[in-house]
């Protein structure tokens, strides 16, 4: 079993940049793929971008093209989404996920950490 904990978050403009990273411990982190989900105030959780255990496999949605990308090391356990040029409408709890698959569905993942608040101003 996986525990996650993202960090990262924080407040600001529009436009800016922020990397966000998650740290993982207890199990063999190269064994699992790890997503990266928004969840907007009032909505439901979305996946902004996932990466295979192999690190040989991403994907992010077409909406978040050129915007978001996501990283894993596997020697530090770790797994980063680096977001440039954030919109308002970016703001919400980034979650990082893992499982043993490669999901694109929030109901694949197994294991989540607490979230860390990203709020993008106006």
């Known amino acids: 079993q996986v525990q996650l904990a993202e960090s990262g978050g924080g407040l600001v403009q529009t436009g800016a940049s922020l990397n966000l990273s998650c740290a993982a411990s207890?199990?063999?982190?190269?064994?699992?793929?790890v997503g990266w989900f928004h969840q907007a105030p009032g909505s439901e959780r979305e996946l902004v971008a996932a990466?295979?255990?192999?690190?040989?496999?991403?994907y992010v949605p077409d909406s978040n093209k050129g915007r978001f990308t996501i990283s894993r090391d596997n020697a530090k356990n770790t797994a980063n989404l680096q977001m440039i040029n954030l919109k308002p409408e970016d703001t919400g709890v980034y979650y990082c996920?893992?499982?043993?698959?490669?999901?694109?569905?929030?109901?694949?993942?197994?294991?989540w950490g607490q979230g860390t608040q990203v709020t993008v101003s106006s």
């Open positions: 990466i295979s255990g192999d690190t040989e496999t991403t």
């Open positions: 207890g199990g063999i982190f190269k064994n699992y793929a």
């Open positions: 996920a893992a499982e043993e698959g490669f999901g694109v569905f929030v109901g694949a993942y197994d294991y």
